[in-house]
T-cell receptor, first 116, second 116 residues
Framework: SAVISQKPSRDICQRGTSLTIQCQVD?????MFWYRQQPGQSLTLIAT?????????ESGFVIDKFPISRPNLTFSTLTVSNMSPEDSSIYLC?????????????FGEGSRLTVL | AQSVAQPEDQVNVAEGNPLTVKCTYS??????LFWYVQYPNRGLQFLLK??????LVKGSYGFEAEFNKSQTSFHLKKPSALVSDSALYFC??????????????FGAGTRLAVHP
C-alpha cells in the first residue's frame, strides 16, 4: 500500500489565476497519476507522470493548462493554469503498486478547487 | 476500446439486507477489474480486484465481487449492509497489454444509500 498526502485539501481561487497542487508519497513509486473528478462525475485521467521524463497527457488535456513536475520518486505537482469556473473539480493524485497491469491504485484525499 | 458501465446511479437498501452494486465491462482479452469506494470529501479507497483465478473475490469491509465472463459483469456484493457502507462506489477496468501505461478506466459511479 501507499500513503499519499495532497496539499491543499481545498481552495477557492479567482478566475485567471493558477494553483499548484502537491502530492507526496510515503514510498518510492515509478508512476504517479493525476485525475480530475468534476462535480457529480467519475474520474478522468489527466496525465501520467514518470520521474525524469515528461508527463504523458490524455486526450483533451494539454501541458500548458496542466503542467506537471516529477522531480523525484516520491513527489509530484500539478498546476492548474489560468483557471476558469469550469476547472472547479476535485483533483486526485494516485500511485500504483504491484504489477503494471495487476496493481491497484492508491489515491490521495484529493484537492477540491472552486474557481469563482 | 475498453469501457465500464454502472447502470444504477443510486442503490437504496435497508441496513442488514444484502446489497448488490452492478458493473459490466467491455474490453478485448481478459480484463483486470477493480472496485473502489469514495466516502464524502475523501479520496478513493481500494476494495478488491479480480486478476485471475477464483471468480469470487473477497475484499475489505466484508465486500465481495463475482467475476462472470459470459455476462461480462463484476457485481459488488455484501451479505448484510451497514449504514456506514453509504458511499460512492466505482468499478474500474484495465485491459492487460493495452499499451501506454495500462490506463485504468472508471465507471460513472453508483451511490449506495443504506437506511437504518
Amino acid at each position: 500500500s501507499a500513503v499519499i498526502s495532497q496539499k491543499p485539501s481545498r481552495d477557492i481561487c479567482q478566475r485567471g489565476t493558477s494553483l499548484t497542487i502537491q502530492c507526496q508519497v510515503d514510498s518510492q513509486v515509478t508512476m504517479m497519476f493525476w485525475y480530475r473528478q468534476q462535480p457529480g462525475q467519475s474520474l478522468t485521467l489527466i496525465a501520467t507522470a514518470n520521474q525524469g521524463s515528461e508527463a504523458t497527457y490524455e486526450s483533451g488535456f494539454v501541458i500548458d493548462k496542466f503542467p506537471i513536475s516529477r522531480p523525484n520518486l516520491t513527489f509530484s505537482t500539478l498546476t492548474v493554469s489560468n483557471m476558469s469556473p469550469e476547472d472547479s473539480s476535485i483533483y486526485l493524485c494516485s500511485v500504483r503498486t504491484g504489477g503494471s497491469s495487476t496493481g491497484e491504485l492508491f489515491f490521495g484525499e484529493g484537492s477540491r478547487l472552486t474557481v469563482l | 476500446a475498453q469501457s465500464v458501465a454502472q447502470p444504477e446511479d443510486q442503490v437504496n437498501v435497508a441496513e442488514g439486507n444484502p446489497l448488490t452494486v452492478k458493473c459490466t465491462y467491455s474490453v478485448s482479452g481478459n480484463p483486470y477489474l477493480f472496485w473502489y469506494v469514495q466516502y464524502p470529501n475523501r479520496g478513493l479507497q481500494f476494495l478488491l480486484k479480480y486478476i485471475t483465478g477464483d471468480n469470487l473475490v473477497k475484499g475489505s469491509y466484508g465486500f465481495e465481487a463475482e467475476f462472470n465472463k459470459s455476462q461480462t459483469s463484476f457485481h459488488l456484493k455484501k451479505p448484510s449492509a451497514l449504514v456506514s457502507d453509504s458511499a460512492l462506489y466505482f468499478c474500474a477496468v484495465r485491459a492487460p497489454f493495452s499499451g501506454g501505461y495500462n490506463k485504468l478506466i472508471f465507471g460513472a459511479g453508483t451511490r449506495l444509500a443504506v437506511h437504518p
